[in-house]
C-alpha cells in the first residue's frame, strides 16, 4: 500500500513538473516572438541590468503594451522581467508599425494552419486500413 502511495506520489510530481515546464516554454516562445516584432517595428529594447532596473521593469504590465507619458510624447512600454529582464520602448508611430506586422503574423499564421488541414484531409487515409473499435 505505501509503494503505490508513493508511486502515485512521484507520478504527479513527474506529470505536473512536465506540463509546467510546457506552459513556460509556450510563454516564453510567445515572449520571443513578440519582442522581435517590437523590435522589427523599431521599439528600443533597454536591459534591467541592475536591481534598481529589474525592480523598475517587475512594476510594470508584464508582457503588455502599455502607453505612457513621457516628457510631453506618449511612448509605448513592454516589459519582460522574468525571460529577457528588459523593457521596450517605442513611439507612436513604432506602435503602429508594431501592430501592422502583428496583423501580418496573425494572417501569415491563418495562412499556414489552412494549408496544413488541407494538405492533412487531402492525404489518403485509407491506405491504413481501419484504426480499430478504440477509435
Known amino acids: 500500500m505505501i509503494r503505490w502511495n508513493a508511486l502515485r506520489w512521484v507520478t504527479t510530481v513527474l506529470?505536473?513538473?512536465t506540463m509546467t515546464m510546457g506552459c513556460t516554454a509556450i510563454k516564453r516562445d510567445d515572449a520571443l516572438q513578440t519582442e522581435r516584432t517590437l523590435a522589427a517595428a523599431g521599439f528600443q529594447m533597454k536591459f534591467a541590468d541592475?536591481?534598481?532596473?529589474?525592480q523598475s521593469a517587475e512594476a510594470l504590465p508584464q508582457?503588455?503594451?502599455?502607453?505612457?507619458?513621457?516628457d510631453g510624447e506618449t511612448r509605448f512600454i513592454y516589459a519582460d522581467a522574468e525571460f529577457c529582464?528588459?523593457?521596450?520602448?517605442?513611439?507612436?508611430?513604432?506602435?503602429?508599425?508594431?501592430?501592422r506586422l502583428a496583423i501580418r503574423q496573425q494572417i501569415s499564421q491563418a495562412r499556414l494552419s489552412a494549408a496544413?488541414?488541407?494538405e492533412?484531409?487531402?492525404?489518403?487515409?485509407?491506405?491504413?486500413?481501419?484504426?480499430g473499435p478504440w477509435y
Open 116 to 118: 496544413e488541414a488541407q
Open 85 to 99: 529582464k528588459c523593457v521596450y520602448v517605442g513611439t507612436e508611430r513604432a506602435y503602429q508599425r508594431y501592430q
Open 15 to 17: 506529470v505536473a513538473g
Open 63 to 70: 508582457r503588455e503594451i502599455t502607453p505612457r507619458n513621457m
Open 50 to 54: 541592475d536591481a534598481a532596473k529589474l
Open 120 to 131: 492533412s484531409a487531402a492525404m489518403n487515409w485509407g491506405m491504413w486500413g481501419g484504426w
